[in-house]
Protein backbone atom coordinates (compact mmCIF):
# COMPACT_ATOMS: atom_id res chain seq x y z
CA UNK A 1 0.00 0.00 0.00
CA UNK A 2 2.68 2.83 0.47
CA UNK A 3 4.38 1.71 -2.67
CA UNK A 4 1.28 2.30 -4.33
CA UNK A 5 -0.08 5.63 -2.48
CA UNK A 6 3.95 6.73 -3.06
CA UNK A 7 3.96 5.82 -6.99
CA UNK A 8 0.20 6.94 -7.93
CA UNK A 9 -0.38 10.39 -6.17
CA UNK A 10 0.79 13.12 -4.08
CA UNK A 11 0.37 12.59 -0.77
CA UNK A 12 -0.29 15.06 2.28
CA UNK A 13 -1.52 14.66 5.68
CA UNK A 14 -3.83 17.23 7.73
CA UNK A 15 -4.50 16.26 11.32
CA UNK A 16 -6.72 17.98 13.35
CA UNK A 17 -4.79 19.18 15.88
CA UNK A 18 -2.56 21.36 13.52
CA UNK A 19 -4.35 22.66 11.20
CA UNK A 20 -8.33 23.25 11.47
CA UNK A 21 -8.39 25.69 8.81
CA UNK A 22 -7.80 22.83 6.00
CA UNK A 23 -10.24 20.60 7.30
CA UNK A 24 -12.68 23.26 7.23
CA UNK A 25 -11.93 24.14 3.53
CA UNK A 26 -11.79 21.07 2.17
CA UNK A 27 -15.59 20.20 4.67
CA UNK A 28 -13.47 17.57 6.28
CA UNK A 29 -15.77 17.01 9.50
CA UNK A 30 -14.55 13.11 10.31
CA UNK A 31 -11.52 11.60 10.87
CA UNK A 32 -10.10 9.30 9.33
CA UNK A 33 -11.34 11.04 6.42
CA UNK A 34 -9.41 11.11 2.80
CA UNK A 35 -10.04 13.16 -0.06
CA UNK A 36 -8.93 12.15 -4.12
CA UNK A 37 -8.12 16.01 -5.83
CA UNK A 38 -7.22 15.67 -9.64
CA UNK A 39 -4.28 17.11 -10.93
CA UNK A 40 -6.19 20.66 -10.97
CA UNK A 41 -7.33 20.29 -7.32
CA UNK A 42 -10.70 19.15 -7.81
CA UNK A 43 -12.31 16.63 -5.55
CA UNK A 44 -13.09 13.57 -7.70
CA UNK A 45 -13.41 11.12 -4.84
CA UNK A 46 -13.80 10.74 -0.54
CA UNK A 47 -13.94 8.19 1.77
CA UNK A 48 -14.96 8.79 5.27
CA UNK A 49 -14.50 6.62 8.43
CA UNK A 50 -11.73 3.70 8.87
CA UNK A 51 -11.38 1.25 6.47
CA UNK A 52 -8.86 -2.59 5.96
CA UNK A 53 -5.98 -2.38 3.62
CA UNK A 54 -7.80 -3.98 0.86
CA UNK A 55 -11.29 -1.89 1.06
CA UNK A 56 -8.55 1.09 1.39
CA UNK A 57 -6.62 0.29 -2.13
CA UNK A 58 -10.00 -0.31 -3.56
CA UNK A 59 -10.90 3.40 -2.85
CA UNK A 60 -7.73 4.98 -4.33
CA UNK A 61 -8.32 2.44 -7.10
CA UNK A 62 -11.90 3.50 -7.78
CA UNK A 63 -10.46 7.22 -7.21
CA UNK A 64 -8.08 7.27 -9.67
CA UNK A 65 -10.76 5.32 -12.18
CA UNK A 66 -13.24 8.20 -11.46
CA UNK A 67 -9.87 10.88 -12.23
CA UNK A 68 -9.68 9.00 -15.14
CA UNK A 69 -13.24 9.34 -16.09
CA UNK A 70 -13.48 13.05 -15.06
CA UNK A 71 -11.14 13.34 -17.62
CA UNK A 72 -12.94 11.44 -20.33
CA UNK A 73 -10.26 8.93 -20.38
CA UNK A 74 -12.60 5.75 -20.76
CA UNK A 75 -10.14 3.02 -21.55
CA UNK A 76 -7.93 3.77 -18.70
CA UNK A 77 -11.06 4.77 -16.52
CA UNK A 78 -12.50 1.06 -17.49
CA UNK A 79 -9.08 -0.63 -16.57
CA UNK A 80 -8.95 1.12 -12.91
CA UNK A 81 -12.57 0.16 -12.45
CA UNK A 82 -12.01 -3.50 -13.66
CA UNK A 83 -8.88 -3.93 -11.12
CA UNK A 84 -11.43 -3.29 -8.48
CA UNK A 85 -14.47 -4.70 -9.93
CA UNK A 86 -12.34 -8.11 -10.91
CA UNK A 87 -9.18 -7.64 -8.81
CA UNK A 88 -10.78 -6.67 -5.56
CA UNK A 89 -14.30 -8.30 -5.70
CA UNK A 90 -14.99 -9.04 -1.54
CA UNK A 91 -13.92 -5.30 -1.11
CA UNK A 92 -16.94 -2.59 -0.24
CA UNK A 93 -15.75 -0.51 -3.16
CA UNK A 94 -16.19 -3.47 -6.01
CA UNK A 95 -19.69 -2.91 -6.62
CA UNK A 96 -19.82 0.70 -7.07
CA UNK A 97 -16.37 0.05 -9.30
CA UNK A 98 -18.47 -2.90 -11.51
CA UNK A 99 -20.96 0.28 -12.33
CA UNK A 100 -18.46 2.22 -13.18
CA UNK A 101 -16.77 -0.18 -15.27
CA UNK A 102 -19.90 -0.67 -17.48
CA UNK A 103 -20.70 2.97 -17.46
CA UNK A 104 -17.14 3.58 -18.80
CA UNK A 105 -16.72 1.15 -21.22
CA UNK A 106 -20.31 2.08 -22.85
CA UNK A 107 -18.85 5.79 -22.62
CA UNK A 108 -15.74 3.97 -25.00
CA UNK A 109 -17.14 2.17 -27.46
CA UNK A 110 -21.26 3.74 -27.39
CA UNK A 111 -22.30 -0.05 -27.31
CA UNK A 112 -25.07 -0.73 -24.51
CA UNK A 113 -23.94 -4.34 -24.25
CA UNK A 114 -21.48 -2.76 -21.95
CA UNK A 115 -24.43 -1.51 -19.43
CA UNK A 116 -26.53 -4.77 -19.85
CA UNK A 117 -23.28 -6.74 -18.78
CA UNK A 118 -22.48 -4.63 -16.20
CA UNK A 119 -26.44 -5.06 -15.07
CA UNK A 120 -26.10 -8.64 -15.21
CA UNK A 121 -23.09 -8.98 -13.52
CA UNK A 122 -24.13 -6.44 -10.33
CA UNK A 123 -27.20 -8.52 -10.30
CA UNK A 124 -25.73 -11.67 -9.74
CA UNK A 125 -22.75 -11.02 -7.39
CA UNK A 126 -24.13 -8.01 -5.48
CA UNK A 127 -27.59 -7.99 -5.30
CA UNK A 128 -28.31 -6.33 -2.25
CA UNK A 129 -26.47 -3.51 -3.54
CA UNK A 130 -27.47 0.17 -4.10
CA UNK A 131 -25.61 -0.02 -7.36
CA UNK A 132 -27.14 -3.22 -8.77
CA UNK A 133 -30.65 -1.73 -8.07
CA UNK A 134 -29.24 1.71 -10.03
CA UNK A 135 -28.25 -1.18 -12.96
CA UNK A 136 -31.41 -2.86 -12.78
CA UNK A 137 -32.83 -0.37 -15.36
CA UNK A 138 -30.17 -1.56 -17.95
CA UNK A 139 -31.72 -4.86 -17.59
CA UNK A 140 -34.92 -4.25 -19.68
CA UNK B 1 14.47 0.41 -3.14
CA UNK B 2 10.80 1.43 -2.96
CA UNK B 3 10.25 3.86 0.20
CA UNK B 4 9.07 2.19 3.09
CA UNK B 5 6.98 5.12 4.74
CA UNK B 6 4.61 6.93 2.96
CA UNK B 7 5.90 10.34 1.87
CA UNK B 8 3.48 12.69 3.29
CA UNK B 9 3.52 16.24 2.87
CA UNK B 10 2.25 18.77 5.36
CA UNK B 11 1.55 21.55 3.28
CA UNK B 12 -1.61 21.48 1.06
CA UNK B 13 -0.73 24.40 -1.18
CA UNK B 14 2.82 22.89 -1.78
CA UNK B 15 1.07 19.57 -2.52
CA UNK B 16 -1.25 20.84 -4.81
CA UNK B 17 1.50 22.86 -6.73
CA UNK B 18 3.33 19.75 -6.71
CA UNK B 19 0.30 17.65 -8.37
CA UNK B 20 -0.37 20.72 -10.86
CA UNK B 21 3.32 20.12 -11.90
CA UNK B 22 3.65 16.42 -11.50
CA UNK B 23 0.55 15.57 -13.12
CA UNK B 24 -0.62 13.26 -10.10
CA UNK B 25 -3.36 13.38 -8.05
CA UNK B 26 -3.05 14.45 -4.06
CA UNK B 27 -4.32 12.23 -1.67
CA UNK B 28 -5.78 13.92 1.25
CA UNK B 29 -5.74 12.45 4.56
CA UNK B 30 -7.51 14.10 7.60
CA UNK B 31 -6.24 12.56 10.79
CA UNK B 32 -6.90 12.67 14.45
CA UNK B 33 -4.29 10.39 15.20
CA UNK B 34 -1.66 10.68 18.11
CA UNK B 35 1.44 11.46 16.63
Known amino acids: ?140 | MASMTIAWQRDVDAALRQARESGKPVLLDFSAAPA
Not at chain 1, 79 to 91: E, I, L, N, Q, T
Request: aromatic fraction near 12%; glycine fraction near 8%.
Open chain 1, 1 to 140: MIEFINEHFVPAQVHIRDQKAVFERFGASWTPTQIILDPQGEEQHRTEGFLPAEDFLAQLELGLGKMEFHERHFSEAERMFRAVCDGRPDSGGAPEACYWAGVAAYKETDDPKHLGAAGALLTQRYPASEWARKASVWLH
